[in-house]
């Protein structure tokens, strides 16, 4: 009898771990996960155990600034991580096996004094910059102005990539258009390989907030509904496209937010097709429930809750409020991180 992981990768899904750690990746990639993906909060919480002293030390004694010691050890942390699933991205010649990385969130801060279109060149820099010699490496960019403005370009220069932030329909289309654009001044399609991370569980900590008059039924399914119309969009959209790797949605934020919601409650709706992206402890939980996941992605609420939603949720307002907290999710945990390699720099004299 297979396990609950292998039973949600059997019935199609890819299992992609929210962290970097390394023993955490390697545990995972024990249980079938195939992926990985990395943030400034990942990296915090790994120095902050003390395991990377000796090597902060290292890029310290160097004479490395704040900013380039963190980028460093990233870019190294991540590595790590991509050696563990460079095997899968060998077997599936590109189609899996690899990790993300995340270009400067602090490009996104309110205190940036450069203009969207320098935001967008400067994403184009980093992103060329840290993803070569990386094969099965992700840039990782926010579906934001300033993202969607570099991803032409990336995609045309051959980069793999991880649109995040991704809230709504529209932005997922604008990313995915952009995508494509750049993707078809390539020479060749055979390693174009391009992912959108949908967030879940914010929408419906959203729904909680200004939506309180959704019915039971509807309530808590507004992640859940919007990722599945998001996915069923992209499967149309590539049908016809002839991409030898797939182009993929990633179902993030599946960690649940609500004590009474069973851990697994994200997971188990999205069964069946893509990749999801799951905190550890998600997979942990989902591990230990001892269940076994069939494919649920095709399956949606009857039509009256469709209706409600679509009723009574504003989508615009929705994607505003989620992007303007995302944001701030987004570029405090990198000034978090810098402050914190100050405070390592001091300690270790």
Not at 206 to 223: F, M, R
């Given at each position: 009898?297979?396990?609950?992981?292998?039973?949600?990768?059997?019935?199609?899904?890819?299992?992609?771990?929210?962290?970097?750690?390394?023993?955490?990746v390697r545990a995972n990639r024990a249980l079938g996960a195939s992926g990985a993906t990395s943030n400034p909060i990942i990296?915090?919480?790994?120095?902050?155990?003390?395991?990377?002293?000796?090597?902060?030390?290292?890029?310290?004694?160097?004479?490395?600034?704040?900013?380039?010691?963190?980028?460093?050890?990233?870019?190294?942390?991540?590595?790590?991580?991509?050696?563990?699933?460079?095997?899968?991205?060998?077997?599936?010649?590109?189609?899996?096996?690899?990790?993300?990385?995340?270009?400067?969130?602090?490009?996104?801060?309110?205190?940036?004094?450069?203009?969207?279109?320098?935001?967008?060149?400067?994403?184009?820099?980093?992103?060329?910059?840290?993803?070569?010699?990386?094969?099965?490496?992700?840039?990782?960019?926010?579906?934001?102005?300033?993202?969607?403005?570099?991803?032409?370009?990336?995609?045309?220069?051959?980069?793999?990539?991880?649109?995040?932030?991704?809230?709504?329909?529209?932005?997922?289309?604008?990313?995915?258009?952009?995508?494509?654009r750049g993707a078809q001044r390539r020479k060749s399609l055979d390693a174009f390989k391009s992912v959108y991370s949908i967030?879940?569980?914010?929408?419906?900590?959203?729904?909680?907030?200004?939506?309180?008059?959704?019915?039971?039924?509807?309530?808590?399914?507004?992640?859940?509904?919007?990722?599945?119309?998001?996915?069923?969009?992209?499967?149309?959209?590539?049908?016809?496209?002839?991409?030898?790797?797939?182009?993929?949605?990633?179902?993030?934020?599946?960690?649940?937010?609500?004590?009474?919601?069973?851990?697994?409650?994200?997971?188990?709706?999205?069964?069946?097709?893509?990749?999801?992206?799951?905190?550890?402890?998600?997979?942990?939980?989902?591990?230990?429930?001892?269940?076994?996941?069939?494919?649920?992605?095709?399956?949606?609420?009857?039509?009256?809750?469709?209706?409600?939603?679509?009723?009574?949720?504003?989508?615009?307002?929705?994607?505003?409020?989620?992007?303007?907290?995302?944001?701030?999710?987004?570029?405090?945990?990198?000034?978090?991180?810098?402050?914190?390699?100050?405070?390592?720099?001091?300690?270790?004299?």
């Open positions: 009898m297979p396990s609950p992981i292998e039973s949600i990768v059997a019935a199609g899904t890819k299992i992609w771990l929210d962290s970097v750690d390394p023993d955490l990296i915090s919480d790994l120095v902050k155990t003390g395991r990377f002293d000796d090597q902060l030390g290292k890029f310290l004694g160097a004479g490395l600034a704040d900013s380039d010691a963190a980028w460093a050890l990233t870019d190294q942390v991540v590595a790590g991580a991509q050696e563990v699933f460079r095997p899968v991205w060998d077997q599936t010649r590109g189609d899996d096996g690899y990790v993300s990385f995340e270009l400067d969130p602090l490009l996104e801060d309110a205190d940036c004094p450069l203009a969207i279109e320098e935001r967008s060149q400067r994403y184009i820099e980093l992103g060329t910059r840290w993803s070569k010699d990386r094969p099965n490496r992700m840039i990782k960019v926010p579906a934001t102005p300033a993202g969607l403005g570099a991803l032409e370009e990336l995609c045309a220069r051959g980069i793999s990539l991880n649109v995040t932030l991704v809230f709504s329909m529209r932005q997922y289309e604008a990313a995915r258009d952009a995508v494509w967030f879940i569980s914010r929408l419906d900590v959203y729904t909680e907030k200004y939506v309180p008059s959704l019915s039971e039924a509807a309530q808590g399914q507004v992640g859940i509904v919007n990722a599945k119309q998001i996915w069923q969009a992209n499967q149309l959209f590539w049908a016809d496209k002839q991409t030898p790797l797939k182009q993929e949605i990633v179902f993030a934020s599946t960690g649940t937010k609500r004590a009474s919601d069973p851990p697994w409650k994200y997971v188990e709706a999205l069964v069946g097709s893509d990749i999801q992206t799951n905190p550890p402890a998600t997979n942990d939980a989902v591990q230990a429930s001892g269940r076994t996941f069939r494919r649920t992605i095709d399956e949606m609420p009857p039509a009256e809750v469709l209706s409600e939603i679509a009723a009574k949720v504003d989508g615009v307002h929705m994607e505003q409020t989620l992007m303007e907290e995302g944001l701030r999710k987004f570029a405090d945990p990198q000034k978090a991180l810098l402050a914190l390699f100050a405070t390592k720099r001091a300690a270790l004299g």
